[in-house]
């Protein structure tokens, strides 16, 4: 097998079958990203002098070559060769000989995983972010047509006061903010360079790693060499954190879907090939996308503990094991994509009951209102709560169903534009804009 760091010994089959593992088959989706740091490395190669004008042109336009290929879906890594970047390295030196093998000078391996990571998150976290914005202008438009339908609101899973369809899917879209704002956190410390910390220790090469900052369009360096090292692990500890919010948020909402479409409840519908039936019980419509999306999210929510668990005790400097990161938090990411995906989809077709507070059983949802409409009138609110318990007690409690809530983020008053201006401001701060233009530069 092709190895950077081969000599002459072989390693043992099996100590090579298990200590490559699946590492592989995750360093496809970054080979564009290994080609974008390579980029940047030999741009600053040739400032101090290791790469001539020369040299640098034939690496330069064949990377270019290499990182079409890879957006054509036109590349492998070929068996026998270790990983992506000794792919890439290989392919270089079979096209323009030893100019190709001048682009690791100043470089290890540890950082330049580090930094395709680095860019993998970026723009994983980016689509994640798009995602989120999609699912959260749709639960605000829905907030808005559906802002006059009342539903029950629950505490204990007890019939408690008045909510709307405006409030249920204006909480989730407010909920998605929040989680944004942990993404937020995520993409800042991910979005810092890693390169030229070597293999934990730095380079008596004369790097300028401010110069491969801005071309990798990176908000900053991580400055210490140590650090950048010891980064890894915590980057994707992080991460996963960020993601696991967003999962909560769709695990409840899911829930919710899930009761809300039972008999027992009855407040939304989907049309029939959205959901599933029963082998026996020809009734049956089950909300399958909605469990399926539930025990993903939920498994998503315990990524934070796994990364830790993986990572937990170890001391400075580089370990094996990092490698199996990219077991958990790879997969996590198309797996949160998909669920955002699924529940925009199912909820561009859910179907709101309009008439759900007629039925009796809601009645005592109104003991509330009724309490402060007395004490509107100037009845103290304890002799008011008194009051109407004990017409619900003698049964004889009859509601007024006229619901008046006019502060901010109430039935009457959703605050959606405010929501969405918190959305904004959130999104504003990723400057994605930043990342694209360099991105967009390098390839030029």
């Known amino acids: 097998m092709s190895k950077l760091w081969q000599k002459t010994t072989d390693v043992n089959q099996l100590v090579e079958n298990f200590t490559v593992g699946r590492d592989r088959e995750f360093d496809r989706q970054m080979a564009s990203?290994?080609?974008?740091?390579?980029?940047?490395?030999?741009?600053?190669?040739?400032?101090?002098?290791?790469?001539?004008?020369?040299?640098?042109?034939?690496?330069?336009?064949?990377?270019?070559?290499?990182?079409?290929?890879?957006?054509?879906?036109?590349?492998?890594?070929?068996?026998g060769v270790e990983d992506v970047h000794s792919?890439?390295?290989?392919?270089?030196?079979?096209?323009?000989?030893?100019?190709?093998?001048?682009?690791?000078?100043?470089?290890?391996?540890?950082?330049q995983v580090l930094v395709d990571l680095k860019l993998f998150f970026r723009s994983e976290l980016q689509q994640v972010v798009e995602s989120v914005q999609q699912l959260f202008n749709l639960l605000l438009e829905l907030s808005e047509k559906h802002k006059d339908v009342l539903l029950p609101g629950y505490t204990h899973l007890q019939v408690a006061m008045p909510s709307s369809f405006g409030l249920w899917f204006g909480a989730y879209a407010e909920s998605l903010v929040d989680d944004l704002e942990l993404v937020l956190a995520a993409?800042?410390?991910?979005?810092?360079?890693?390169?030229?910390?070597?293999?934990?220790?730095?380079?008596?090469?004369?790097?300028?790693?401010?110069?491969?900052?801005?071309?990798?369009?990176?908000?900053?360096?991580?400055?210490?060499?140590?650090?950048?090292?010891?980064g890894r692990g915590k980057t994707e500890r992080i991460i996963a954190q960020a993601l696991s919010a967003v999962a909560a948020t769709l695990a409840k909402m899911a829930m919710d879907q899930c009761?809300?479409?039972?008999?027992?409840?009855?407040?939304?519908?989907?049309?029939?090939?959205?959901?599933t039936g029963s082998s026996i019980m020809p009734h049956k419509k089950n909300p399958d996308v909605w469990e399926i999306m539930r025990g993903k999210c939920n498994r998503l929510q315990a990524l934070p503990t796994?990364?830790?668990?993986?990572?937990?005790?170890?001391?400075?400097?580089?370990?094996?094991?990092?490698?199996?990161?990219k077991e958990l938090?790879?997969?996590?990411?198309?797996?949160?994509?998909?669920?955002?995906?699924?529940?925009?989809?199912?909820?561009q077709h859910v179907?709101?009951?309009?008439?759900?507070?007629?039925?009796?059983?809601?009645?005592?949802?109104?003991?509330?209102?009724?309490?402060?409409?007395?004490?509107?009138?100037?009845?103290?609110?304890r002799d008011a709560y008194k009051q109407v318990g004990m017409a619900i007690e003698q049964g004889s409690f009859q509601p007024d169903k006229e619901v008046n809530h006019t502060h901010e983020g109430s039935i009457g008053n959703l605050g959606t534009s405010h929501i969405a201006d918190a959305m904004e401001n959130v999104v504003q701060k990723f400057n994605f804009e930043k990342t694209a233009e360099a991105v967009s530069n390098l390839l030029k």
Request: aromatic share 10%.
């Open 33 to 79: 990203f290994d080609v974008l740091g390579s980029l940047a490395h030999t741009q600053m190669l040739q400032t101090i002098n290791l790469l001539s004008a020369e040299d640098l042109q034939l690496v330069q336009t064949e990377l270019k070559k290499i990182y079409k290929d890879i957006e054509n879906d036109n590349f492998e890594i070929e068996a």
């Open 87 to 111: 792919q890439v390295e290989l392919l270089l030196t079979r096209r323009i000989g030893d100019a190709g093998k001048k682009i690791h000078s100043g470089r290890s391996r540890n950082d």
């Open 187 to 230: 993409y800042n410390i991910t979005n810092k360079n890693p390169l030229g910390s070597a293999a934990g220790y730095g380079s008596s090469f004369p790097l300028n790693r401010t110069l491969t900052t801005q071309l990798l369009g990176f908000a900053d360096l991580n400055y210490n060499v140590v650090y950048a090292q010891m």
């Open 259 to 275: 009761l809300y479409l039972s008999q027992n409840f009855a407040f939304v519908s989907y049309p029939d090939n959205l959901t």
């Open 306 to 325: 796994d990364v830790a668990m993986m990572t937990t005790n170890l001391p400075s400097g580089y370990h094996r094991e990092m490698q199996l990161l």
């Open 329 to 347: 938090v790879f997969p996590a990411f198309a797996e949160l994509k998909s669920c955002l995906e699924m529940a925009h989809f199912m909820l």
């Open 351 to 381: 179907e709101v009951k309009t008439n759900i507070l007629d039925d009796p059983r809601y009645a005592y949802l109104f003991s509330v209102e009724e309490v402060n409409r007395q004490v509107l009138e100037g009845v103290p609110f």
